[in-house]
């Protein structure tokens, strides 16, 4: 069922407005680095799918995150990827202007215009600086993301919050709901103050002034660890922000351990606030003891996600499935050799595009892993290589195993980029007749959905509770791949063993647990694909009822609908009205 969402006061005018620092609009426009931008695209894509009246803000990125190389050893090198938006985005007339570090920063928006599967439009606008007005270093500010020292970061994210509802009023806008998708856009709410006090002093705010603007505002949090949350010196934050807006936040309490802390700024001017996952709310509220922090876990854009063989089977056997991702339930009633059949057409186009890119020959008989995500240490890529000869008599005694993997570490990580060395060297070590190790380079949007599409098991090691959420397994789930995970982030939920996938058992130790790796793909995995296909097959079908039914951005949105934008007890809930039947 199509579903046009209606509430009290919501209108083109009146949108949820929706801010993030990176956003997956295109895999053409790499104004992204990986989960949290592809996070927010697939929300946006549901958004336009649904009919929710909905406006997104960002930053331009004009040279993107950057393109991987990595050289024979698995060292790690970094390229600008650099794009035009005046070539491919709607120019904005309206340019507004922000007071950074004493002076002020000219701020203009490019559109993008997000079409859903009925028509509907959800806008997105990219936030530019490079405008000759500007002093050379304020050009920069949205040149590239993640980039530059701190004083940079803290810049870019007054450009983000505070320019983000600037140019939205500009515009036209008058949003009802303001979503901060993490904390990079916490100082919107600063700018809402300003709005509230008609440019007046916002250090000698009210109470009221400050209530008023909660009302408007939801924070979702990502991050289950203190070093991921933006922190600033007070020195930065007077300097930077100026006198007033700092004196503001340090009497709100947004300044935490003697630093301001963009989580707090968020927490202090909310009225909802949300981690990723079941377990990652709980963790949320173990690091925030004194907030209300509730759980709306992640989801996929399954029209995105879902590779052209599955896409064509859902088309012929669940002609709705786009418009209403529920419908995917119904694939537990899919001939099993339909799945069966678009799941070798996936695999297919993976390894042909791994030939492409390294030259080396894979074989789609043969059994295969896939590992791709961020190269940060705790996601443990090296857990699987933990006792390297027991990996290597699996392989021998199973007819063969193939494993792919991908990932980028932030230029500033080298841990990370020493992760992606130590993986590469224990491959070269490894690689047989009988097990082949692939390390393919620069992850990005095109690669990412060929290996959720075409491997036959998706695997994902993190060390608990690290994993706020995770979305590659709900990709792969889409496409009938089940998981072999550890018990973290959506896992938790998405877990029934033997029926979506199986766990890795939580042993607390990094031997134990690798341990349980190996049994579960000895004992069980490894069994089934090899001597009971149909067994193997019904477990890829209820991947896709089970998880892919479920995991995904429109069932995600319809929560924030009904508990964070629209509660009761704050505006009158969401309506959802079946659109009319076509005469």
């Known amino acids: 069922m199509s579903f046009v969402w209606r509430s009290e006061g919501l209108s083109d005018r009146n949108p949820i407005a929706y801010l993030s620092m990176e956003i997956a609009v295109t895999p053409d426009m790499p104004t992204y680095s990986g989960g949290l931008g592809v996070l927010a695209g697939d929300t946006l894509r549901a958004a336009a799918d649904m009919g929710l009246k ?19 050893d698995g060292a790690q090198a970094e390229e600008a990827q650099p794009w035009n938006p005046e070539s491919v985005l709607a120019r904005e007339e309206p340019i507004v202007r922000l007071m950074i570090e004493g002076r002020q920063v000219a701020i203009r928006a490019w559109r993008y215009d997000m079409e859903g599967v009925t028509g509907h439009v959800v806008p997105v606008y990219f936030l530019d600086t490079d405008l000759d007005e500007n002093e050379a270093n304020d050009r920069q500010l949205t040149d590239r993301l993640y980039g530059g020292d701190s004083d940079h970061r803290l810049r870019q994210e007054a450009v983000l919050g505070m320019g983000g509802a600037r140019i939205l009023d500009a515009l036209g806008y008058q949003p009802v709901v303001y979503h901060m998708n993490e904390g990079h856009a916490a100082l919107l709410t600063v700018a809402l103050l300003e709005q509230e006090r008609h440019g007046g002093n916002v250090d000698s705010a009210s109470d009221e002034d400050i209530e008023s603007v909660r009302q408007q505002c939801i924070f979702t949090t990502h991050t289950p660890v203190p070093a991921g949350h933006d922190r600033f010196s007070p020195e930065q934050a007077y300097r930077i922000l100026g006198e007033d807006r700092a004196r503001l936040l340090e009497r709100v309490g947004a300044f935490h351990d003697g630093l301001l802390n963009m989580t707090y700024v968020a927490l202090r001017f909310t009225r909802f606030v949300n981690g990723v996952a079941m377990q990652h709310g709980k963790v949320s509220r173990e690091m925030f003891p004194d907030y209300e922090i509730n759980a709306i876990t992640n989801g996929v854009h399954a029209g995105t996600w879902t590779g052209a063989a599955f896409q064509a089977t ?12 529920l419908t995917l339930r119904y694939a537990i009633d899919i001939p099993e050799e339909e799945i069966a059949a ?5 695999k297919r186009a993976l390894l042909e595009a791994v030939k492409e890119r390294t030259g080396v020959e894979l074989h789609p008989e043969i059994f295969t892993i896939g590992f791709a995500r961020r190269a940060a240490t705790y996601k443990r890529s090296d857990l699987l290589f933990h006792d390297a000869q027991r990996l290597a008599q699996i392989a021998r005694d199973f007819g063969g195993m193939q494993i792919l ?14 992760m992606i060395r130590h993986v590469i060297e224990l491959a070269k070590h490894l690689n047989s007749d009988a097990l082949e190790i692939v390390y393919l380079e620069n992850y990005e949007w095109r690669l990412g959905a060929l290996l959720t599409g075409g491997v036959d098991l998706w695997l994902n090691t993190p060390k608990r509770p690290y994993e706020a959420s995770g979305t590659s397994g709900m990709k792969a789930a889409l496409n009938g791949v089940p998981s072999l995970s550890i018990l973290d982030g959506w896992w938790i939920e998405g877990w029934i063993e033997g029926v979506t996938g199986w766990a890795i058992a939580d042993r607390d130790d990094e031997r134990g647990e690798a341990a349980s790796l190996y049994e579960k793909l000895e004992q069980l995995i490894l069994p089934l694909y090899t001597r009971k296909p149909e067994e193997w097959q019904r477990i890829m079908r209820s991947a896709i009822a089970l998880n892919g039914s479920y995991f995904n951005t429109q069932r995600m949105l319809e929560q924030y609908v009904l508990n964070a934008y629209f509660p009761e007890n704050a505006v009158q809930s969401a309506k959802v009205v079946p659109e009319p039947a076509a005469v």
């Open 54 to 72: 909905m406006v997104a803000v960002t930053l331009a990125h004009r040279y993107g995150y950057f393109r991987q190389h990595l050289d024979s």
């Open 314 to 325: 859902y088309d012929r056997q669940l002609p709705r499935w786009r418009q209403d991702n």
């Open 342 to 346: 678009a799941h070798a057409d996936g």
């Open 405 to 418: 993997y991908a990932g980028k570490a932030h230029p500033a990580d080298e841990p990370g980029k020493a």
